[in-house]
Nanobody, 125 residues
Framework: QVQLVESGGGLVQAGGSLRLSCAAS????????MGWFRQAPGQEREFVAA????????QYVDSVKGRFTISRDNAKNTVYLQMNSLKPEDTAVYYC??????????????????WGQGTQVTVSS
């Protein structure tokens, strides 16, 4: 089992950058596929990015490709989401998620077993 805690959210102007972090407890972090999702008010939770156990493979939703980068540091039990060129439509609560028993990168929320509490990202125009 793993516990996830996000940090790094905040208020930023359009065009700005933020880096989200997700710290995981436990000694088996490197066994988990990790993902980032986001949920805006009144909308369903949306896949943003995912990363393989080694960090060698990543996947992104089309709307963030070229702007966001997911990475992980297994020695620090942490996954990151670097967000550049932020847009007002990126405003949402961002959640990190983890799953151990998945043979590929997951893009559906139901594929993940563990979730953080979320961190608010607000992009002003």
């Amino acid at each position: 089992q793993v516990q996830l805690v996000e940090s790094g959210g905040g208020l930023v102007q359009a065009g700005g950058s933020l880096r989200l972090s997700c710290a995981a407890s436990g000694r088996t972090f490197s066994s988990y596929v990790m993902g980032w999702f986001r949920q805006a008010p009144g909308q369903e939770r949306e896949f943003v990015a995912a990363i393989s156990r080694s960090g060698g493979s990543t996947q992104y939703v089309d709307s963030v490709k070229g702007r966001f980068t997911i990475s992980r540091d297994n020695a620090k039990n942490t996954v990151y989401l670097q967000m550049n060129s932020l847009k007002p439509e990126d405003t949402a609560v961002y959640y990190c998620a983890g799953v151990r028993d998945l043979t590929r990168l997951g893009v559906r929320s139901w594929q993940y077993d563990y979730w953080g509490q979320g961190t608010q990202v607000t992009v002003s125009s």
